[in-house]
């Protein structure tokens, strides 16, 4: 039963960003954002072989939202459409889970680059961490950036995760095998100040 899998389903708000499980009606929605930002995320992500407008269809959204709904039954990841102002304006996935002596997962987003700078996806990944730290039993995420991707850079050091690894030749993303720098936060180094939204507020301060 979906149930069962710690933390999920799950709905997660502060002020106007809201993180919830995609919906089979977010097709179009969710289509029409991706088109609309292929140059703003095409070149960070590991997307299959195709036209992006086909790889990005309503009709694409049917399999991506199976795929995502399988493997949040198996507890092996927490996908959240994002929404900003009641809006879907981009993504956020914690994947990858491993539980037990790891309890562990790798978070992944993308934000509408026209709400870019509002700080929907920090607070968005603040929002997931916290709840990964509770409800959802995890003690590490994982964050795994392009150098070159100095936005999705900045929100992971913004709300002060680690940078502790280089990984050469990591993941094949737009025709090659790129590079990535690694970055982590484990639960003990947020508790202290009530959680990473906490942590978050106090840096817009």
Known sequence: MLGSVPGWPA???????????????DARAWSSVRIANQRWLAPWESAPPGPWAEMNSTRAYGYVYQD?????????????????????????????????????????????????????????????VDHAFGAGGLHRIEVNIRPENVPSRRVVEKLGFREEAYHQRYMHIDGGWRDHLGYALTSEEVSAEGGLLARWRRVRA
């Not at 709905?11 to 009606?25: C, H, S, W």
């Not at 993504?91 to 934000?111: D, E, K, P, Q, T």
């Open 68 to 128: 995502m709904k399988r493997a949040a039954r198996r507890g092996e990841s927490m996908p959240f459409a994002v929404c900003y102002e009641e809006e879907l304006v981009g993504h956020l996935n914690l994947g990858n889970i491993v539980r037990r002596a790891f309890s562990s997962a790798y978070a992944g987003y993308w934000v509408d680059s026209r709400v870019a700078g509002r700080g929907v996806i920090p607070t968005a990944l603040a929002l997931a």
């Open 11 to 25: 709905v997660l708000a502060d002020g106007a960003v809201l993180l919830r499980p995609y919906k089979r009606n």
